[in-house]
């Protein structure tokens, strides 16, 4: 594909598609405020650090990321993390770490560390979402308690806004309206309610750039190197579940290792220009795809518009009613919540439903999207190699008295599997015996390790044992491997 008909497939196709991607810019946009702030008030930094931040990171993985209409800004999974740093160390250093971090992540796209997605299996994937979906919800609650009625009021105005808009027109995206609408109920009524600017002090102006003041010393990696690490890996398993997810809403596939070069190369920006590290936004990506995004305009809108609000509208943004803003999040926890998953775990197997419900209760309960994926995986692998293990047989067989005894292994022989196959074999007094491989593959030293044991002990019990029927590769590592005869490798009947 050359150039232009890439960029306009990447960007947007005509003016329609032009206009839906900007909409949809516009209410992430509207949305990244309070969530910028209060992240920033996580971490212990001014409000600016996340805003500036947020603004950088949209705009940069919308030029270099890999995946198309997913949002990324700073985010409460990098926050958390470097809490301690800012106590400790002060600000500075959190630029500092945040700029190794972007070389960390550069690395790993390199790398292709991505790869490791492979190994996540639908159901962690599903519970991620679901513990995510979650969370959102569990976010908004602080601004529903101890508040006026017309908070309330204003926030089933708005769900009202945005489910029942879409049955009359879906030209303009139904949380735009509902914020614009409240917006303007709010300011011309003087309502009680909580706004933007009571979150925290909006900033003034443009960011400006700068290299984080810190002695370029081993003693300073000292520091930053394990909060580096840490975020890299936050915010990749973070943006790489969440393209993922943007994949799947949007039917399409996308570069996960241009994602995390990019990922890398946005927080490097945001460091530069005064902010935190971040990476996807799975709320905001579902706001951005709802509401038409699906190229790589609507996530530069989301990025230059926000700079536009805060140098230019500052105030006014201020005076957004918060009630607008919960009752957008309501509807992305709703729609981002897997409501089939529920009569599933009646029908999918057991295994699998467990992996999901222990990565949602994990995450809620740490609140900590790594912990919680960790946990699914781990689980899925045990899972799968306690299913694995079952799959090999061996038949023992004897045409006559005075014949071999042959044991036929057919299956997958490895690590979680060599105590039943060792098992299977008895103590033949003495009798040849043939063991037949040919249906088996044998893919670890540890099933090495149990062949020569059963081998091994019929000799001791004075039996001719020959192994025949080896495929290439588990010859090969008979070879590298045993501790007693080589296979001497060729096609056919093979003995050990």
Same mark, same amino acid.
């Given at each position: ?37 209060? /992240? ?13 931040? *947020? ?30 740093? %800012? ?8 630029? !500092? ?22 190994? %996540? ?26 508040? *006026?009625?017309?908070?309330? !009021? ?16 879906? &030209? ?12 303007? $109920?709010? $300011? &011309? ?23 984080? #003041? ?9 520091? $930053?190197?394990? =909060? ?51 990476? &996807? ?16 305009? +609507?996530? /530069?809108?989301?990025? !230059? /518009? ?9 105030? @006014? ?22 409501? #089939?998953? $529920?009569? #599933? ?48 047989? @061996?038949?023992?067989?004897?045409? *006559? ?13 490895? =690590?979680? +599997?060599?105590?039943? /196959? ?17 249906? &088996? ?25 020959? %192994? ?29």
């Amino acid at each position: 594909m050359t150039l232009i008909p890439r960029l306009r497939a990447e960007w947007f196709a005509d003016a329609a598609e032009a206009r839906r991607e900007i909409l949809a810019g516009i209410v992430v946009a509207l949305a990244l405020i309070p969530e910028a702030i209060g /992240f920033s008030i996580i971490s212990g930094v001014d409000p600016r650090v996340g805003l500036y931040a *947020s603004v950088a990171i949209a705009i940069i993985i919308s030029l270099v990321g890999g995946r198309p209409a997913m949002i990324s800004a700073a985010t409460a999974a990098v926050a958390v993390v470097v809490t301690p740093l %800012v106590r400790d160390h002060g600000v500075q250093y959190l630029f !500092a770490a945040t700029i190794l971090m972007g070389l960390i992540q550069i690395c790993a796209g390199l790398l292709r560390l991505d790869l490791l997605m492979q190994f %996540v299996s639908r159901s962690v994937i599903t519970g991620f979402v679901n513990a995510l979906a979650i969370l959102i919800f569990l976010a908004q609650l602080p601004q529903l308690i101890g508040v *006026s009625w017309h908070s309330y !009021a204003m926030v089933a105005g708005g769900l009202a806004i945005i489910y029942l808009l879409p049955r009359l027109t879906r &030209a303009v995206p139904s949380p735009l309206v509902a914020i614009l609408v409240l917006a303007g $109920i709010s $300011i &011309a009524l003087h309502l009680p309610v909580r706004t933007v600017g009571d979150m925290g002090r909006l900033p003034e102006g443009l960011p400006s750039l700068a290299w984080p #003041n810190v002695p370029l010393t081993f003693e300073t990696l000292r520091i $930053i190197l394990p =909060f580096s690490l840490t975020m890299a890996a936050v915010g990749l398993l973070e943006s790489m579940m969440t393209a993922q997810i943007v994949d799947d809403m949007t039917d399409t596939d996308s570069d996960k290792r241009r994602e995390c070069v990019g990922q890398g190369g946005a927080n490097i920006a945001a460091a530069l220009v005064g902010g935190m590290g971040g990476c &996807a936004m799975i709320g905001q990506s579902v706001i951005n795809v709802t509401s038409g995004g699906r190229k790589r305009l +609507s996530t /530069f809108t989301a990025g !230059a /518009f926000l700079l536009f609000l805060l140098a230019v509208l500052g105030p @006014v943004v201020g005076r957004i009613p918060m009630p607008a803003l919960v009752a957008v999040m309501v509807m992305v926890s709703i729609g981002t919540f897997s409501w #089939n998953s $529920i009569p #599933n775990l009646r029908r999918h197997p057991p295994t699998s439903s467990i992996v999901m419900v222990a990565t949602v209760a994990v995450v809620v309960a740490t609140r900590d999207l790594a912990q919680g994926v960790l946990v699914g995986v781990l689980l899925s692998g045990i899972f799968f190699a306690g299913k694995v293990r079952r799959m090999f047989a @061996v038949e023992r067989t004897q045409a *006559s008295a005075d014949a071999p005894i042959v044991y036929r292994v057919s299956g997958q022989i490895f =690590f979680a +599997s060599v105590d039943r /196959f060792a098992r299977a074999f008895a103590a033949e007094s003495g009798r040849p015996v043939t063991i037949d491989v040919t249906a &088996a593959h044998f893919w670890d030293i540890s099933a090495i390790g149990a062949l020569d044991k059963i081998v091994a002990r019929l000799r001791r019990d004075g039996s001719h044992v020959d %192994v025949i029927g080896y495929n290439r590769a588990s010859a090969d590592l008979v070879d590298r491997f045993a501790l007693h005869d080589k296979t001497g490798f060729q096609l056919g009947v093979v003995p050990h």
